[in-house]
């Protein structure tokens, strides 16, 4: 029975999450369903996570029979899980790419609040990423040219009103930095 486990698979990823400095779920995504099959497990799996790595200074951990590969920026943590066995090099490159992806999203402003408010293309680059536990992508730069909502390429009587005020928003705030 042990050797059916080990054979190589397609579904490397068991959950991705992000979390904020409390601990508390911002994102997450679990593809297998017999790991954690209720809300209530999956948040305490988080709190139990949360709670040995938010100050540690390792990158890997193993917790619940799961290898977690995580990194952690300003005010927000990132969980990339697998199996006891999958090779950590693969987690750490999904981890890389979703945290590239969502750095380039926000325009290198990585924190709460940013994800918060492009939620939506952070989860759409999370499905980007995998898709039901199969990693799909690990190039940043591939997830960001799927996911690329260009206003600059709308012509403004097409753009939504959020859109239109986004732009001016952004554009302000680069003559102010200037």
Sequence with gaps: MDSLLLEPTLYT??????????????????YNPSTFPTAKEQR??????FNK????????IMLDGLTCVYKSNVDLF?????????NELILM??????????????????????????LDIVMLAMDEICDGG????ADPISVMQRV???????????QTVAQVFQTA?????????K
């Design 13 to 30: 990823i068991k959950g991705m999450a992000i979390l904020d400095n409390d601990g508390n779920r911002i994102l997450a995504k679990y």
């Design 44 to 49: 305490a799996f988080e709190k139990n996570l």
């Design 53 to 60: 790595t938010h100050r540690a200074n390792a990158e890997i």
């Design 78 to 86: 990132f969980y990339v899980m697998g199996s006891s066995h999958e």
């Design 93 to 118: 490159s999904v981890l890389q790419c979703l945290f590239d992806s969502v750095n380039q999203i926000l325009r290198k402003n990585v924190e709460k609040r940013n994800v918060m408010e492009n």
């Design 134 to 137: 199969i990693i799909l992508e």
């Design 148 to 158: 690329a909502v260009r206003t600059d390429d709308i012509p403004l009587g097409e």
């Design 169 to 177: 928003k952004e554009q302000l705030k680069w003559s102010l930095l």
